[in-house]
């Protein structure tokens, strides 16, 4: 990883991006969706995440983000990716409606091959990419971004209609995340 993409700052805010690997759309499924927006939750409450702005993408997942508290956000970001890597993995596995499982697991487990770190499967891709958003120039940027991320895919017309971003909120409508509003 490029000694540019790091968290230098642990009290700033950040862009994230992060991405299954193979880009495999694992998030077409509400049960995949909603594992990942109970881990954002759990590390809200119990690790000090902030969460300003999201979008869960079929494939990757964009966050502005922060932390409150003592754990560092790259602790925050190891973590919740290996709660989640292994929370779907496990769903994955034990969902007899899943019609790609083989497949799925088959390229998280050639992934995970190439990866000493893992013992079997690799769900998510190694990085994170922050970006320090020190103006808020920068953060109007990117939460647009974030935004209109479904809206580009042709999925939505709007993003407020996207129904796993924080675009609802910003519109007055709570999502199925808590999050601070930039402003």
Known sequence: MSIK???????GIYFVSFAVVNWLDV?????????????????????????????IMPNHVHMIM?????????SIMRDLKKFTS??????????????????????????GKNNSNNTKYQF???????????TNEMQNQRLNYVHNNPVEAGFVHRPEDYPWSSAQDYAGINGPVKVLLLN
């Open 27 to 55: 998030f077409t499924r509400n049960i995949y969706r909603e594992i990942l927006c109970e881990s954002f939750s759990f590390c809200q409450v119990k690790k000090g995440l902030n969460i300003y702005a999201y979008v």
């Open 86 to 111: 292994n929370e779907i993995i496990h769903s994955i596995i034990n969902n007899p409606r899943e019609s790609r499982k083989e497949w799925m697991l088959k390229m998280f487990e050639e992934e």
């Open 124 to 134: 998510w891709q190694q990085d994170n990419h922050p970006i320090e958003l020190v």
């Open 66 to 74: 922060s932390r409150t508290g003592e754990i560092q956000p790259e």
């Open 5 to 11: 993409y790091k968290f230098r700052n642990p009290e």
